[in-house]
């Protein structure tokens, strides 16, 4: 079945720092989404990436799907205390399994003031 | 606007007694899935529903059941607690089967002793 890895698993960062995560998929994807979870939440909705190549810009957070829409990343400029939490990756199935996500691992962010 | 509404949000459980999760949404979405979240694990996919009357497995049902009587509540069953089954489950709803972002509950906090 398809398969979503996600890298790094952790990233601690000094506040003002940049951070990267990325995201790979076993196979083609119809769309890629992107959520945070804050420490003790629950995932909360950031972004959807569903043209290939496609680049979009939350503020301070730019977020990537790649040409063969098998890769996906999310960029943190100058990372704040408030950034802290976990990011998750969620892939979206082709053809008829279009409605179920496959998510990644996640990446844990800490950020020291 | 209530969203998605879990409960209860903590349970502790011995094993080989039984329970329902509940899960109810407000907003008229068609689409509802249950995942367990597991530490480091990311978001797995127990069930998921298209609509009232009409269930499918996830990635991990064993140990699990559905019903959809209604668009608006989709609860999940353990019949026999493992200490497996200790994770934090969420249920999470879409309006539309494609390229649609999920909103989570709250989740739900369970331990099996």
């Known amino acids: 079945g398809q398969q979503v890895m996600q890298i790094p698993q952790y990233q601690h960062v000094q506040e003002g720092e940049d951070f990267t995560t990325y995201c790979n998929s076993s196979t083609t994807l119809s769309n890629i989404q992107w959520y945070k979870q804050r420490p003790g939440g629950h995932p909360v909705f950031l972004i959807q990436?569903?043209?290939?190549?496609e680049v979009k810009k939350q503020k301070r957070l730019t977020f990537q799907f790649g040409e063969a829409k098998k890769n996906s990343s999310l960029h943190i400029t100058a990372t704040q205390t408030t950034d802290v939490g976990t990011y998750f990756c969620?892939?979206?199935?082709?053809?008829?399994?279009?409605?179920?996500?496959?998510f990644g691992k996640g990446t844990l962010l800490t950020v020291n003031p | 606007n209530a969203g998605v509404t879990q409960t209860p949000k903590f349970r502790i459980l011995k094993i080989g007694q039984s329970m329902t999760l509940q899960c109810a949404q407000d907003m008229n979405h068609n689409y509802m899935y249950w995942y367990r979240q597991d530490p480091g694990m990311g978001l797995k996919l127990i069930y998921y529903?298209?609509?009232?009357?009409?269930?499918d497995k996830g990635e991990v049902p064993n140990g699990y059941n559905v019903s959809r009587s209604t668009t608006e509540d989709f609860p999940l069953r353990l019949e026999l607690a493992a200490p497996s089954q200790t994770s934090v489950y969420f249920c999470?709803?879409?309006?539309?089967?494609?390229?649609?972002?999920?909103?989570f509950g709250d989740g739900t906090r369970l331990s099996i002793l």
């Open positions: 969620a892939g979206g199935g082709s053809g008829g399994s279009n409605y179920k996500l496959t």
């Open positions: 990436l569903v043209k290939s190549g």
């Open positions: 999470a709803s879409t309006l539309t089967a494609y390229n649609q972002p999920q909103h």
């Open positions: 529903s298209v609509g009232a009357g009409i269930t």
